[in-house]
């Protein structure tokens, strides 16, 4: 009884703002901005995108993570946690300097006919940055709940490393997995503070909010928001109601 008394106070605090949501929203006129339709076109198509190369990326990572003994593991952990951990906008600056027209990479990049500054490919590149890490980090943990016992009966019945992979190793980690996966679509779609400073243009859901509320304050950007928390919070919610079933 007591526990749940002690519950009770930060479960209405993390309430209180979708409540607030809830009874302040003008559903009345509720309809999109003018250029609002295009930045959820942008965010959503453009975060399908860089999803599968999260996951193409991120995934042979986080294996390696979960099943080494080397040296090198601590190491690139911390090199992992370092963009994890730094403060998006600080993220963004060091995107510009890296990848920006002006950035050592970004010169040779721009030879090459690419340009990583305001386009979509720069808003793909932002996003990697805000969800790979997360993606990693989680999988890893998938990884390592599978029993290693498993995997070693299957390699002294002769199964290869890709057999092991794909008919023991996935399907036993696959709810962790999902887990990682939603989480990385959550801070794809809602990454702020890294796109706002490396690729402005093309606006997505979250930097329109911003230019709706710096225009037409709080109030213009309610129903955007609304496409926001619809698009990025049933994904993860229902991989978490996965997971949790028996």
């Known amino acids: 009884m007591l526990l749940r008394s002690l519950m009770f106070p930060a479960l209405c605090l993390l309430a209180v703002p979708f ?3 809830l009874l302040v929203t003008p559903w009345h006129h509720f309809a999109l901005a003018y250029g609002d339709a295009r930045a959820v076109w942008i965010s959503l198509s453009l975060s399908l995108f860089s999803l599968p190369l999260i996951v193409i990326l991120g995934t042979p990572v986080s294996l390696w993570l979960a099943n080494t003994r080397s040296s090198w593991r601590v190491g ?3 090199g992992l946690l370092v963009p994890l951990l730094t403060p998006p906008l600080a993220m963004g600056i060091l995107l ?9 990479l970004g010169e040779i990049i721009a030879r090459l006919g690419v340009n990583l500054t305001n386009t979509p490919a720069a808003f793909i590149l932002a996003q990697l940055y805000a969800a790979l890490p997360f ?3 989680m999988a890893r943990n998938a990884f390592e ?3 290693t016992a498993v995997t070693e009966v299957a390699e002294t019945l002769g199964a290869n490393p890709w057999q092991l992979f794909w008919r023991l ?3 036993l980690a696959r709810r962790g997995l999902l887990n990682s996966l939603s989480l990385a679509w959550a801070r794809a779609l809602g990454e702020f503070g890294i796109v706002m400073i490396f690729c402005y243009f093309p606006q997505g859901i979250p930097v329109k909010l911003y ?3 710096q225009n037409g304050g709080v109030e213009a950007v309610y129903t955007l928001l609304w496409i926001l928390l619809l698009t990025s919070l049933p994904l993860p919610l229902w991989c978490f109601y996965r997971s949790r079933r028996p």
């Open 169 to 171: 190793t996935l399907p």
């Open 211 to 213: 230019v709706n509320l």
């Open 76 to 78: 690139i952990e911390i």
């Open 19 to 21: 409540i607030t949501l």
């Open 135 to 137: 993606y990693v980090l």
């Open 145 to 147: 709940a599978v029993p």
């Open 96 to 104: 510009v300097a890296a990848y920006g027209p002006y950035g050592t």
